[in-house]
């Protein structure tokens, strides 16, 4: 939970101080006056990344020659803690004072999780970004998940170098990255099963929530090593020899290409209703109900893995084109645990006489 | 005056060079050394101009030493049938700290890190053939780094010398994933050495 927030330099921001409240806070405003920002500097304190951009340095202001965002955060009743990132020609993160050079000790001292409007591209846009959502969600659930996803990126951009230049590296060089690369992906890849076995058994009850009951909403995983749908997930032993004939049967192929053509880094998702392809036969209206059913589904896989509520939801105004009684389920579900920060142009009628309201104008922000 | 005099600037711009040492701390150490005396800026400068005809390379191992041969090569109460595999020279000092290993020593000058260009032609393998091939040595204790490159290194030294009769052994991770163990305390490398482990090739 976020307990104040201070940014400094950061979009149109010059340099705000904000008191959050526990439960409820919304931020009142017209569009382009900063409510999305100040999501964007939350979201960036506890996951070092934007959900905007991939240009970090975008995030300073314009002229100005560094950001910098602070926080005092608790997570599950611990200590409170004193987070800042300050973002100049290189970045510099503390924890309580202490300099932190790794991303890895540095994310999810406090748990977000988005709704907003780019959560539609889930469904519709491209696989990268059904694998960064995969990835983000589980590296919050699982430190173990990070590491072992981080060795799996490094080993394969290794091989690939090495695909790439046939003159230098023999055929027993690239294969001595194959037990790295075999072990730490198929971690990797049982994680993301495991995860998307428990996010089916929630959206089973949260599709209800904007879908009739007689349309039933489910996630596949399709591995990046081969057909495995017959091997269970908890058994590596199994997995880790398929992926070990996998890369030899494409290594012919990966050596001609010069990139390497199986493994998790080509894992899909793919979203189905009455097991129909969304991706392929959604409407529109499908597609964006299907992945705000998503996200309440990982809000609950991961309420149940921390064994805690402590989750703030960072929510920007996506209930524009829901009717009344899924507008209501939307904010129901929002209110049934956590913090809520939410963006919108008005104060909508389910937050009213709750928390804390906040009007967002021209980079600036008062408590009302 | 927003610079020093050129012969402090070109100080400066030297200690900079060292790791760990910013720009602030060359000039303290640069201003500092203008108050030695003239015999002690002499021994200096010789230290440092004598360096590279001073320090060599073991001729066996690739230890740094003063001689042709190292002192652990030299040292006739070490078991010769035991040989630890690590990247660099600096790696040894650790282990000998560590006093709980007796045997030899192979400087390999790095690791495979084919994203920064470097394979195994950059690596002091024909050296450890050559070792190998002389005979006596029963165990590659393979040292290198527990992260992705240090681990694919061991498992490519492994199949490399595969054909020797030699027991090829893995030291156990006692150190974190991920950690550089030229910073590995010695207690840690003492465990690590501890608990090596056969590799599969
Ligand atoms: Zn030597």
Known sequence: MLKSLTISNFRNFDRIKTELDSHVNVLVGSNGHGKTNFLEAVYYLSLLRSFRTNQISDLRQWKKDFFRLECECTQSGMPSRHLSVTYGNERRLQVNGTNIYRTSDFINQFICVT??????????????????????????????????????????????????????????????????????????????????????????????????????????????????????????????????????????????????????HRAEMTCLLNLHSLLHFGSEGECRMASLAIKFAFLDVLRQTLNSDDITLLVDDVTGELDTTRQDNFYRELLSGGQIIYAGTFLPEAFRGKGRVFNVKSGMIASL | MSNYPLPLERLIGYFSRFPGVGKRSAERMA??????????????????????????????????????????????????????????????????????????????????????????????????????????????????????????????????????????????????????????DSATLAIALEGRRGLEQ
């Open chain 1, 115 to 264: 709704f907003i409007p780019q959560d539609k591209d889930l469904i519709r846009g491209s696989e990268v970004l059904r694998r960064r959502f995969m990835d983000i969600s589980l590296s919050q659930m699982s430190t173990g998940y990070l590491r072992n996803l981080q060795s799996y990126t490094e080993a394969l951009r290794a091989r690939n170098a090495m695909l790439k230049d046939r003159v230098k590296y023999t055929d027993s060089t690239i294969k001595a990255y194959d037990h790295v690369l075999v072990k730490s992906g198929v971690a990797v890849e049982m994680e993301r099963r495991e995860f998307m076995e428990k996010l089916n058994s929630s959206l089973f009850e949260k599709s209800s929530l904007l879908f009739s009951p007689d349309l039933i909403l489910s996630v596949r995983y399709l591995s990046g090593i081969g057909s495995l749908l017959q091997v269970s997930y908890d058994d590596a032993e199994q997995m880790e020899e398929k992926f070990r004939m996998a890369l030899r049967k494409n290594y012919e192929r990966d050596c001609r290409k010069g990139f390497t053509h199986c493994g998790p």
């Open chain 2, 31 to 184: 201003l500092s050394a203008l108050s030695w005396t003239s015999e002690e800026l002499s021994d200096f400068g010789d230290v440092l101009s004598s360096l590279r005809e001073a320090v060599k390379a073991c001729a066996v191992c690739g230890n740094i030493c003063e001689g042709d041969l190292c002192p652990v090569c030299l040292d006739c109460g070490r078991n010769r049938e035991l040989v630890c595999v690590v990247e660099h020279a600096s790696q040894i000092i650790q282990f000998e700290r560590s006093g709980s290993y007796h045997g030899l020593y192979h400087v390999l000058g790095g690791k495979l890190s084919p994203l920064s260009g470097k394979g195994p032609d950059d690596l002091r393998l024909a050296e450890l053939r050559d070792r190998l091939e002389s005979g006596g040595i029963r165990e590659l204790i393979l040292a290198t780094s527990p992260d992705v490159e240090g681990e694919a290194t061991a498992h490519f030294l492994a199949r490399e010398f595969s054909s020797y009769s030699v027991k090829i052994t893995r030291i156990a991770s006692g150190v974190p994933i991920g950690s550089d163990l030229s910073y590995a």
